[in-house]
């Protein structure tokens, strides 16, 4: 655990979060916050809630792991900038899990009610509006992480995985921003049960204040004169600031065990007793890592895929492109993304699902 700054960091981040929120909300009143498309929530959790945007039909089902860090809605930024309007348009069954901000009920909770139980429990869930098909599981960033410990603990209850910009590996060397947050994190993290959003932000901005704030300034400047980034830029912004407060044990797992340690990829990882190893994964796995990302980049996924020896893996290799923001959003914001990416990742799934389908009526 980190130092205890409790009683002089928390009013400061509990502020900082108030101001977020406010500038956020400033945002949302010049017609920049989210216009997401219609969902139900089916089912929920102390930690979780699932929604269910499309009927039952017959393309494969999925199930997106949200990033536990911010709100869920990047997936959904506005009708031109979705990757889930995007499934849906191609005929994919779109579930999503999104995690409730924390409150003291939370405390206590980390990687094995995070990882484990929730996901659990929301596949169930999904599994009774779609019983007759597995899901596929899908994350960005930390949700992608999630999603990959889930299946090396429950590689049957899946038919494929699809890792978008997230992080498996963290040995070091694999990135700057991996290597500054852990030199950072022991001494900055503070010792709370519930960390403010606002924490991690700063945070990771005093980690690679290239990656947060001068790329930032430069992906703005080369798109001054384009209209499309212009618009999506104060969105994302305004995604940005709205900060939600995190279960600490969760953040501290996170850090301590895989960022520091790295546990999940070289096989010392353990909830409840049992072993997180990357050789249990038997699904068929997609990654697609940017080469521009510090946060997730290629090297943080290769090694974890190498060590999945009895599974159909690929990964895919993402250039990167000006007007995200930041480069680790661009596979589910970027212009290019949605025409050279999105078309190999729905293709793969059903690809996959018809794979599955045909061995199982064999």
């Known amino acids: 655990m980190g130092l ?14 108030v101001i977020r929120q406010a500038q956020a909300e400033g945002l949302r009143l010049l017609g920049y916050g ?34 536990p860090i911010k709100r869920p809605y990047i997936w959904d930024l506005s009708p031109s900038v979705s990757a889930i309007r995007y499934c849906l348009r191609h005929g994919l069954r779109i579930y999503l899990l999104e995690w409730t901000p924390a409150t003291r009920p939370h405390v206590g909770c980390g990687l094995t009610e995070f990882a484990d139980d929730a996901i ?41 995985l699809v890792l978008l910009s997230s ?6 060397g694999i990135s700057s921003f991996r290597d500054a947050l852990d030199g950072l994190a022991p001494f900055w993290l503070p010792d709370m049960d519930i960390i403010p959003g606002s924490a991690l932000s700063q945070l990771c901005t005093t980690a690679s204040p290239d990656t947060f704030i001068w790329s930032r ?43 520091r340690e790295n546990r999940l990829c070289n096989g010392t990882l353990a909830l409840r007793g049992q072993s997180v190893l ?32 009895d599974a159909d893996t690929h990964l895919i290799e993402y ?10 959003l661009g596979l589910l914001v970027g212009q290019d993304a949605f025409a050279q990416i999105w078309p190999d990742i729905v293709s793969w799934v059903k690809d996959h699902d018809r794979a599955t389908t045909n061995i199982g009526t064999d």
Not at 120 to 148: C, N, R, V
Not at 167 to 172: D, E, K, M, T, Y
Not at 319 to 328: A, F, I, N, S
């Open 4 to 17: 205890n700054v409790n009683w002089a960091l928390e009013p400061l981040f509990d502020l900082a979060d």
């Open 34 to 67: 989210p216009a997401q498309c219609k969902y139900q929530v089916i089912a929920s959790g102390p930690l979780w809630s699932l929604r269910q945007y499309s009927a039952p039909g017959s393309g494969p089902s999925v199930l997106i792991v949200a990033a």
């Open 120 to 160: 659990s429990e929301a596949i169930a869930a999904a599994s009774m509006e779609d019983p007759a098909s597995k899901p596929f599981l899908m994350g960005h960033s930390l949700g992608g992480t999630l999603a990959a410990i889930f299946t090396a603990l429950h590689p049957e209850q899946l038919k494929g």
């Open 167 to 172: 992080p498996l590996c963290f040995a070091p």
């Open 217 to 259: 300034l430069l992906d703005a400047t080369v798109t001054a004169t384009d209209s499309r980034a212009s618009d999506i830029r104060p969105r994302i912004e305004r995604w940005a600031l709205d900060e939600a407060p995190l279960s600490g044990k969760l953040i501290h797992d996170i850090f301590f065990w895989l960022f």
């Open 278 to 309: 990357p050789s249990r994964i038997r699904s068929p796995t997609l990654a697609v890592a940017n080469v521009k990302d510090e946060i997730a980049p290629p090297a943080s996924v290769r090694p974890f895929l190498e060590l999945m020896s």
């Open 319 to 328: 250039p990167g492109e000006t007007g995200v923001v930041l480069q680790h």
